[in-house]
């Protein structure tokens, strides 16, 4: 997620403030921010890059960029008038209960601090998973390499673990690629699925992980009948 640059910011600074006395900011249109970022940020997740990418997303749409990524590296721009330094004050602090109301309280309470502007709160939140990405990679390579059929009700929830875990070793910097899912998928099935496994594994090239689970659930309600 590259940050933009110096130009295009300024302009989405200029355009908020030259608008800000002839009509209502559409980041105050904003009743409920979980109808815009429908993930919910909490410490023990590997969800922030797709929690950072919606957030940044809905900031641009709504013109307060600028309140979580600077002009310039470490500096905020600074409003030239009262009037404008009064609205940069209420659109941050939008912005920061948009932060607030989208993660947990393991995190609210890591990240909370009297004063702290938006931008304060982003980088905080940024710096928290950037630092303990290894970690939380190699945690979720060993929970991938230990995930079995055997210990979930059916194959949907089996499935559904396994994407689960894939999609959070992405968004620490460690994608799983389709064709180790799918293996993975197959060696972990229970006997009454060796069947459907050996097809799956013989495809060539292999199916994708949504072709294989389909597979799975179909083989599931034909044993159900």
Not at 42 to 67: C, D, K, P
Not at 83 to 90: F, G, H, I, R
Request: net charge negative; hydrophobic share 40%.
């Amino acid at each position: 997620m590259g940050a933009p640059s110096a130009a295009t910011s300024l302009i989405f600074f200029s355009a908020t403030m030259s608008t800000s006395k002839s009509s209502f900011h559409p980041a105050f249109a904003v009743s409920n921010i979980r109808n815009h970022i429908p993930v919910v940020l909490e410490m023990e997740n590997a969800q922030y890059g797709t929690w950072a990418e919606l957030f940044r997303i809905h900031v641009i749409s709504h013109r307060v960029i600028h309140h979580i990524i600077a002009l310039e590296k470490g500096k905020q721009a600074a409003p030239p008038s009262d009037d404008d330094k009064e609205l940069w004050s209420t659109l941050d602090v939008t912005v920061l209960q948009w932060i607030y109301s989208t993660i947990l309280n393991d995190l609210l309470t890591t990240i909370l601090k009297p004063g702290a502007t938006a931008m304060e709160a982003w980088d905080r939140l940024r710096d928290i998973f950037q630092d303990h990405q290894n970690s939380r990679a190699v945690m979720l390579e060993q929970e991938f390499s230990t995930t079995r059929m055997e210990d979930f009700p059916n194959a949907s929830a089996y499935c559904q673990r396994l994407k689960s875990i894939s999609d959070q070793l992405k968004n620490v910097g460690a994608p799983v690629s389709n064709s180790r899912l799918v293996l993975h998928l197959v060696s972990g099935l229970t006997d009454a699925f060796k069947g459907v496994g050996t097809q799956i594994r013989h495809s060539k090239p292999l199916p994708p992980f949504t072709e294989a689970r389909s597979s799975l659930v179909l083989e599931e309600r034909e044993h159900e009948m």
